[in-house]
């Protein structure tokens, strides 16, 4: 659950904390972009038609008593009037020619102007009244509209940016708090969302985010309840059995020499070890474990633990150097790596020591415990150890603490753990030390 949890967590947050803020501003941005361009569209052309129409509209008064003088013969002074003017627009000119009266926007003398053309008799009477001024007024009006859409398209996306900012950073702290529970923290709580609601009291009143807050807290919650539950019954179990056992393993060494007597030892025995497992394993999941750090000689350190456990295991040092570890943790790693391999696997089994993988001074140490099996099981490479759970046909069977109190173990010691399978077959486990520091002690 821990490592869903996370899984979604990091997904939301890269989602959110690289993009949500911009998409949240640019949508904004765009959208109040396109509402000021329609309705800039819709407030020019209104203004437009009414000013242009009133010129046009005045044009064409001049040019009716442009026609009445000139029917009657009379002086057109003080009207604008020509007669078969060059600078006629050739569309006002056609209309005219076909018998009809018109007005269009064009040129006089360089300069603009509105046109307003009708028949007279076998001529075209043309009046026309002076639209610079209009068209000064139209673009400084154009410019106002532009100005004040600019204007307020980036306030808009500075809001805009604000609250996404604000969004990105409640996710962000959200799945920041998801990390923590996946690491061990179970106390960690997104509490109260900032510039929200509660984020642990519920969705009434509040928003999406500090819904998802709240069902976060919930599930870390339930999480640590369940979890501090199995502890407590993984522990309680195996005090209550390390008594009574102590007194059957004292009771069965009274027992006669004899066959029946080895067979009892070796399965009480096995229960003893299962005993001392699970109070690992408690000690372990209770994180009151803590690492005693010194200085040892990678190489020497991983053939002494190798060869502690007397089974046929081939040790090859790439390269060695010193590293600052608890030995105790990393022989009880190793041991149990090196037991499960021999258990579960096939020979030759290898362990294989690199204290500058690829010849990087200061890289990573790596561990690797290989055999030539069947590999790990599918639901082990996706999951990772779970206790009580070996079933895999061709390694084995058994209790699958081994391997889990090799994961716990590395995590006290800070060092990343990985199971995978060889390409030409086998199992492989890689430890991933912490990088040595630039100063250390001498090596034990």
């Known amino acids: 659950m821990p490592g869903r949890l996370t899984a979604l967590a990091r997904r939301a947050v890269r989602r959110a904390a690289v993009s949500l803020r911009w998409k949240i501003a640019l949508t904004v941005t765009a959208v109040c972009c396109a509402v000021a361009a329609v309705l800039g569209v819709l407030v020019h052309n209104a203004v ?8 046009r509209k005045e044009t064409r008064a001049d040019l009716d008593i442009a026609l009445d003088l000139f029917e009657y013969g009379t002086s057109r002074e003080g009207i604008n009037s020509v007669l078969d003017p060059p600078q006629l627009p050739a569309p006002l000119r056609e209309l005219v020619r076909s018998g009809q009266q018109g007005s269009m926007v064009g040129t006089y003398r360089g300069r603009p102007v509105m046109w307003a053309a009708a028949p007279a008799g076998d001529q075209v009477m043309a009046v026309w009244s002076p639209y610079g001024n ?7 009006f154009d410019t106002a509209i532009l100005g004040s859409a600019v204007l307020a398209a980036t306030a808009v996306a500075l809001a805009g940016l604000f609250l996404a900012h604000r969004i990105s950073r409640r996710l962000t702290r959200t799945a920041a708090v998801a990390r923590r529970i996946t690491a061990g923290d179970l106390d960690a709580r997104v509490g109260a969302a900032p510039g929200g609601g509660p984020g642990g009291g519920g969705t009434s009143g509040g928003d999406e985010v500090a819904a998802v807050a709240a ?3 919930s599930v870390a919650g339930s999480l640590q309840s369940r979890l501090q539950a199995e502890q407590r019954f993984t522990a309680d179990v195996a005090h209550e059995l390390r008594t009574p056992l102590t007194g ?4 069965a060494a009274l027992l006669p020499e004899g066959r029946p007597k080895e067979m009892i030892n070796d399965r009480l025995q096995a229960l003893h070890r299962l005993t001392e497992d699970l109070l690992e394993i408690s ?10 750090l010194d200085s040892y000689d990678l190489g020497t350190l991983v053939e002494r633990c190798v060869h502690a456990t007397g089974l046929d295991t081939e040790v090859r040092t790439v390269s060695s150097g010193v590293v600052e570890t608890d030995r105790r943790r990393l022989d009880r790693i190793l041991t149990n790596l090196v037991l499960n391999a021999h258990r579960h696997g096939r020979t030759p089994v290898v362990v294989t020591v690199d204290a500058a993988p690829g010849g990087v001074t200061g890289a990573a140490p790596t561990i690797e415990v290989r055999d030539h099996g069947p590999g790990y099981p599918d639901d082990l490479l996706r999951h ?5 759970r070996t079933d895999a046909p061709g390694r084995g069977r058994g209790h ?3 391997l ?4 716990g173990q590395a995590a006290v010691l800070g060092i990343d753990i990985r199971f995978c399978d060889a390409p030409d077959g086998g199992a492989r486990a890689i430890l991933h030390l912490p990088p040595p520091s630039p100063v250390h002690d001498h090596p034990s």
């Open 384 to 388: 990772g150890p779970r206790r009580f």
């Open 134 to 140: 209009t068209s000064r007024s139209l673009e400084k």
């Open 48 to 55: 437009a038609r009414q000013t242009v129409g009133q010129v």
């Open 404 to 407: 889990t109190i090799a994961v």
């Open 400 to 402: 699958g603490l081994g």
């Open 215 to 217: 069902a976060l807290d």
């Open 248 to 251: 059957i393993l004292a009771s």
């Open 283 to 292: 000690r372990l999941d209770s994180g009151a474990e803590h690492a005693d």
